[in-house]
């Protein structure tokens, strides 16, 4: 290790990258960080605002800054993928065939879109109202098919089973659609379905309770256990497995106008080829310090660890400070700190001007940082103005620029 120079590595530059590395470099006083950030995108995007989009509530081109622009001053960017983890070298392997050393690595590659892991999609997504707000490339197909909606039309919003970015992703989309139906008057003649694989609408009970009032305000119909194994596009059919429930195994199919798929998500492949993972392909780090379990100098954030917090960019922003201020005292000599709590948060868009801003930690533990001035299970109009003007300004000008100091979550909350 070099004396007084240390290496960086940071594989992934999204949500996670940036922020760490904006935020090693505010700690970088003594110059004593050396940092290489490593992505092959040229554009980062605020994926977010992707529900907002797709919703027709955000303009598409206000989600996506070009990767260079995000880059921090002092750090380096190579615009390559990364292929292989060597962790007795300390080095990464890249897409140009050379290797980089490290000292301290973070891996936080975010996770990939298997689109071909359900039977049909990836020929159909993007066109035969086969949409889906987890893409760049779809999501304002999403707007599109909406728009094209017609009295008597039947549409699907579709959950697949854990883990995926953003558990509240796949109902929030159903609701801004019949919110925006409902003001077009077409709501009562559609036939909208949320058909999860899961037992309820979402993971805690306190909001699953509140949303499932939330579906039946606007005459969704609930499928539970509904898992989503074909789709034809041409036909316009969709095959779902029952996963659970009474009738387990049985398979059942419903013809769509509109279906709003989640793609399977995978940790990317190169991974694979590690000893850094699960047997599930996530890297296995302390759910507490996110130092990986075999080697000391590896840390993980973001969405391919196997942390069990709600994926999200607010779990980012929580993790961060935890792998800057380890990888500092392990540089100092010190014990690494066991500080994230497994805090993430879902802003749950339950109209096209309400939001019901859940934030949670691990054990399932409530922890609203403005309880006084929305409830956390009150559909907000404030907290509607936050998720759509607010927190894209924490997200670009605050988080990903390395500022850590938030309002803090109430850990002792009741209501
Ligand atoms: C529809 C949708 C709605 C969402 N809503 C919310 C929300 O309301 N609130 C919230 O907090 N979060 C939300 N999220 C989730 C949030 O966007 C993610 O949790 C967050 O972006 C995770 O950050 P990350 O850095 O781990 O991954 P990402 O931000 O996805 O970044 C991963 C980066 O790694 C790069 N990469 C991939 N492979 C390699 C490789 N081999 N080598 C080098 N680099 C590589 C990619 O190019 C990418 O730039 C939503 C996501 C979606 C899709």
Redesign the pocket.
């Known amino acids: 290790m070099a004396e007084n120079n240390y290496k960086i590595v940071i594989?992934?530059?999204?949500?996670?990258?940036?922020?760490v590395a904006a935020s090693l470099l505010r700690h970088n006083a003594g110059k004593q960080f050396d940092i290489t950030v490593?992505?092959?995108?040229s554009e980062?995007?605020?994926?977010?605002?992707?529900?907002l989009v797709?919703g027709g509530c955000f303009n598409f081109e206000k989600t996506k800054r070009s990767?260079k622009s995000l880059i921090p001053k002092g750090a380096k960017w190579l615009q390559?993928?990364?292929?292989n983890i060597n962790p007795e070298d300390n080095t990464v392997s890249l897409?140009n065939n050379t290797d980089i050393e490290y000292d301290y690595l973070v891996v936080?590659?975010?996770?990939?879109l298997d689109w071909s892991a359900t039977e049909g999609l990836a020929e159909t997504i993007g066109k035969n109202g086969v949409c889906s707000?987890?893409?760049p490339d779809y999501?304002q197909y999403t707007w599109e098919c909406l728009q094209k909606i017609k009295s008597g039309d039947t549409l699907f919003f579709c959950q697949p089973p854990l883990p995926f970015?953003?558990p509240?992703?796949p109902q929030?989309?159903a609701y801004l659609s019949a919110d925006y139906l409902k003001q077009k008057k077409l709501l009562e003649s559609c036939d909208l379905h949320f058909a999860t694989s899961g037992p309820k609408m979402f993971g805690l009970d306190y909001f699953a309770i509140s949303l499932a009032k939330v579906a039946d305000r606007y005459g969704i119909e609930k499928n539970f256990h509904h898992h989503l194994i074909k789709v034809d596009g041409d036909s316009k059919t969709a095959t779902f497995e029952l996963m659970g429930g009474d009738n387990q195994g049985e398979i059942v199919e419903f013809t769509f106008d509109m279906l709003h798929a989640t793609p399977v998500q995978r940790t990317?492949a190169?991974l694979h080829n590690t000893d850094l993972i699960n047997e599930a392909g996530y890297v296995e780090v302390h759910q507490n310090s996110l130092q990986q379990l075999k080697y000391p100098n590896i840390f993980g954030?973001?969405?391919?660890t196997t942390t069990p917090n709600?994926?999200?960019?607010?779990?980012?922003?929580k993790q961060s400070p935890t792998v800057v201020q380890n990888i500092k005292n392990m540089i100092d000599g010190k014990a690494v700190e066991e500080s994230y709590n497994g805090y993430?948060?879902?802003?749950l868009t339950t109209s096209r001007s309400t939001v019901m801003m859940a934030e949670f930690m691990y054990g399932g533990v409530i922890t609203p940082t403005m309880p006084y001035i929305a409830k956390p299970r009150v559909e907000s109009k404030l907290m509607w103005r936050a998720?759509k003007f607010g927190?894209p300004i924490l997200y670009w000008d605050y988080m990903l620029k390395g500022y850590e100091k938030f309002f803090e979550p109430k850990l002792n909350y009741k209501d």
């Open positions: 594989i992934g530059g999204g949500a996670a990258g940036i922020t490593i992505d092959p995108a980062h995007y605020y994926q977010p605002a992707f529900t797709g990767m390559e993928a990364a292929t897409s936080c590659p975010g996770l990939a707000n987890y893409s999501v970015k953003c509240g992703a929030k989309i990317p190169f954030l973001g969405d391919v709600s994926k999200s960019a607010a779990a980012v922003r993430g948060s879902c802003p998720k927190l």
